[in-house]
Every structure is written in C-alpha cells, then in structure tokens.
C-alpha cells in the first residue's frame, strides 16, 4: 500500500501560480500511474490531469489545458501540479491518487486505487 501526501495548496489571486506536490511512501511511485483531481464544495470530484508511469505520456482535462502541468520525479517518489494562469473557478480541495493496475490514463476516479488527504487552493478574484 503506498501513502500520499498533498502539499503547496494555499490562498493566491487570480493570475497567479501555485505548484502542488505529492509525494509517496510505502511503496516506489515509479510502480504507478498518477493523478491529480479536485473537488469544489456542493460539486463532484473531477479530473484534472494524469501522468503515465514513465512521465512520457500526460492527460488534462481540458479546463486546465495549457494552464496547468503534470510531472513526475520518480527518483524523489514525488508527482508535482504546475498551476499558472490560476481562475477563481479552479478553487477547490486537490487530490492526488495512485493506480496500480492501468495501462493507460485513468480520468475517472474509479480507476485510483489510493488516495492523499486533500490541500485547498483559493484563487480570489
């Protein structure tokens, strides 16, 4: 079983950038396809990018296409979210979760298997 925990969640305007971290323990992150979603109070969970085991192949949810981007450093057991161009409507709690089993880019929650605790990112207008 492996751990996540979300950091770098915080309060900005809108304009700015934050940079989410999620680093893993119990077990090597390399093992696993990575994902980054966010909930927003009264709303359901949604996906918001995805990056393959390797880091070669990366998915996002066209809400956060070309503002946003995945990495991974597998070396540090760690998967980052660059956030730049930041909206009052990306405000929600983040979540970043594993997969085990996928071969290719999960997008729905189903398909993680472990999940972080959540960090709030606020974008004021």
């Known amino acids: 079983q492996v751990q996540l925990v979300e950091s770098g969640g915080g309060l900005v305007q809108a304009g700015g950038s934050l940079r989410l971290s999620c680093t893993a323990s119990?077990?090597?992150?390399?093992?696993?396809?990575m994902g980054w979603f966010r909930q927003a109070p009264g709303k359901e969970r949604e996906f918001v990018a995805a990056?393959?085991?390797?880091?070669?192949?990366?998915s996002y949810a066209d809400s956060v296409k070309g503002r946003f981007t995945i990495s991974r450093d597998n070396a540090k057991n760690t998967v980052y979210l660059q956030m730049n161009s930041l909206k009052p409507e990306d405000t929600a709690v983040y979540y970043c979760?594993?997969?085990?089993?996928?071969?290719?880019?999960?997008?729905?929650?189903?398909?993680?298997?472990?999940w972080g605790q959540g960090t709030q990112v606020t974008v004021s207008s």
């Open positions: 990056i393959s085991r390797s880091g070669r192949s990366t």
């Open positions: 119990g077990r090597t992150l390399s093992n696993y396809l």
């Open positions: 979760a594993a997969d085990r089993i996928s071969t290719v880019l999960a997008r729905t929650a189903e398909e993680y298997d472990y």
